[in-house]
């Protein structure tokens, strides 16, 4: 599937795009310079009689990714978010890849749900809608369950959506590949790694019962967070093709006006989705990972409402460590410690000058240090931090690639709701509370308090541990001090006394 055949598919992207009017707008949207655009069009153009037409309806850059299909239409709702990078007029055109793609049909929506359920829709539903949202994976529909009187949410796969999408990663497969090969210094980005990345990131958002647990699990662990809402899934009316969970009602978070009108603080909600986020990433290493506009609502109190949890991240704990410590570095203009942090984590090679490092670092903050959204230059900054990883080697860390891009969106979102917004500022009284309560004194105590709890749980096997290292030291051949390291029986009786001041902090924590 990841053969040469895949050419054509890569040559048809290029050509619609030329076909479409797309090449041009995108090209000057992302600041490509004379000569990239003149080389991008000298290479789309020879082909434009193979591009796909799309709707002529639709402005150029979303009739040629809604025309390419549901993995171009993820990219595209990624920088619908991002008016700083691709400018205000195509952000606007893009946010119609948020929900408002073409539905298919109600009554074959009808038949998967039957066919998932074992039941007809009427013997489920008293009420069941036309498609009130759509988008590249799946579209809505508002219901009402026939034995409560209870209003849902029902969501539907689109019908031949994976063999959609296996078709479209198999082409950025072979194009990730052919630039390990042509490309060699493009390698340190590790192209093969990140759309494996993304293939597993779009296999969990096309099974909805892996959806329905991570609403579950998202919900538990957010339900203490004073205005955000989760609304809760039905697993008894829900599989691997649809999902029926509570229905939520709200202002579309893309629609300035009608918050206004609603009379929301939009300053409050920027700031409220950014320190949402951060608080979900840092306190739970579970997070949303596609909080555009179009799956968040603002409900009639205020509240946040999360919707679509096809796309969730997980960080590690240590991770979670080593990224609120970069922030606050930064939040604090420590770039000596950024700078250590990264050494430290081994994302910047050992044989790096790490000074040379702190100050590149330096001119990454300084610019931006206390400025308010509407002065920053979001492409401009993302192109130099691009320039930076080059030049000290820095590979890319398929790990943080979604907590990345989140951060990326959900600071865009923040952004269309607060231009005035200032990052910085918004994200210290979290970063700080997670700091004081996982990398201090109390932190300390708490990791040896669960490394106690581990080395306990070896305290029967002591015995038999000991005895073992004790016969090996005597098969051991003489002469034993002129071998290297520690010796075997010096080495069991450290173990012993560990894991007895293991046994012993872990009664005491």
Known sequence: MRGP??????????????????????????????????????????????????????????????????????FGQTLSTRPDIVGPEMAEQLKYLQDQLPPFPIAQAKAMIEAELGLTVDQVFSEFSEPVAAASIAQVHRARLRDSDKQVAVKVLRPGIEKAFRKDI????????????????????????????????????????????????????????????????????????????????????????AIDAAGHDRKALGARVLQLFLSHALRDGLFHGDMHQGNLKVAANGDIIAFDFGIMGRIDEYTRRVYAEILMGFIQRDYRRVAEVHFEAGYVPPDRDIDAF????????????????????????????????????????????????????????????????????VAQPVVQ???????????????????ARVLARFGPKLPRMMEDLLIRQAELPAPLPQRRGVPLVWAGLGAVVVLAAGLWLGRLL
């Open 358 to 425: 702190a100050s590149a670092l330096r001119a990454v903050g300084e610019p931006i240090f206390g400025m308010e959204a509407n002065h920053i230059s979001m492409a401009k900054l993302l192109s130099y931090l691009f320039d930076v990883t080059e030049r000290f080697g820095m590979e890319t860390r398929t790990e943080l690639i979604l907590l990345q891009r989140t951060m990326v969106v959900v600071e865009g979102v923040a952004r269309s709701l607060d231009p005035n917004i200032n990052i910085w500022q």
């Open 170 to 257: 198999d082409a950025f497969y072979f194009a990730a590949r052919t630039i390990e090969i042509l490309a060699p210094f493009a390698r340190r980005l590790r192209p093969m790694d990140v759309i494996t990345h993304f293939e597993g990131v779009v296999n969990g958002e096309l099974d909805l019962r892996l959806e329905s647990a991570a609403a579950s699990e998202f919900a538990v662990n957010t339900k203490a967070d004073a205005g955000f809402q989760v609304p809760q899934p039905i697993w008894r009316l829900s599989g691997r093709q649809i999902m029926t969970l509570d229905w939520a009602e709200g202002v579309n978070m893309s629609d300035n006006a």
């Open 433 to 451: 509370s997670y700091i004081s309560q996982n990398l201090g004194p109390l932190a300390l105590l708490r990791d040896l308090g669960r490394t």
């Open 5 to 74: 055949h895949n050419i054509w598919r890569l040559i048809r992207t290029g050509a619609t795009f030329e076909r479409t009017g797309a090449m041009a707008i995108a090209l000057e949207g992302f600041g490509a310079g004379p000569g990239q655009r003149f080389a991008a069009r000298m290479l789309g153009w020879p082909f434009k009689w193979l591009g796909l037409r799309g709707d002529p309806a639709l402005p150029p850059v979303t009739r040629a990714l809604t025309a390419l299909g549901p993995a171009y239409i993820k």
